[in-house]
Nanobody, 123 residues
Framework: EVQLAESGGGSVQAGGSLKLSCAAS????????IGWYRQAPGKEREGVSC????????YYADSVKGRFTISRDNAKNTVYLQMNNLKPEDTAVYYC????????????????WGQGTQVTVSS
């Protein structure tokens, strides 16, 4: 059974940091690109960051460039999202998603999704 499990969310004040983890099981992790997406209440799901199979290519949304860092450890079947200098507008449920081949910014391309982890940033 394919499973993606996000963890590391929580409540922080603006300027704080969180590190999200996405632990994968049930599929060949190093054949899959991983994307992080977020969805705030009343808003569409937004692509945050993606990482290629090898980890050598990454994507960041303009809104998080310079503040978020994505990485992966294929030996642990885990992808991380280090989030620094958090802002209230980063408040959302964060999801990780997996697909074979190269990553995509389009969330509907990803067949596998986790349940999400809540990130709340207060001003």
């Amino acid at each position: 059974e394919v499973q993606l499990a996000e963890s590391g969310g929580g409540s922080v004040q603006a300027g704080g940091s969180l590190k999200l983890s996405c632990a994968a099981s049930g599929f060949t992790f190093d054949d899959h690109a991983i994307g992080w997406y977020r969805q705030a209440p009343g808003k569409e799901r937004e692509g945050v960051s993606c990482i290629a199979i090898s980890g050598g290519k990454t994507y960041y949304a303009d809104s998080v460039k310079g503040r978020f860092t994505i990485s992966r450890d294929n030996a642990k079947n885990t992808v991380y999202l280090q989030m620094n200098n958090l802002k209230p507008e980063d408040t959302a449920v964060y999801y990780c998603a997996a697909k074979t081949g190269d990553y995509s910014r389009l969330h509907y391309i990803y067949p596998y999704w986790g349940q999400g982890t809540q990130v709340t940033v207060s001003s």
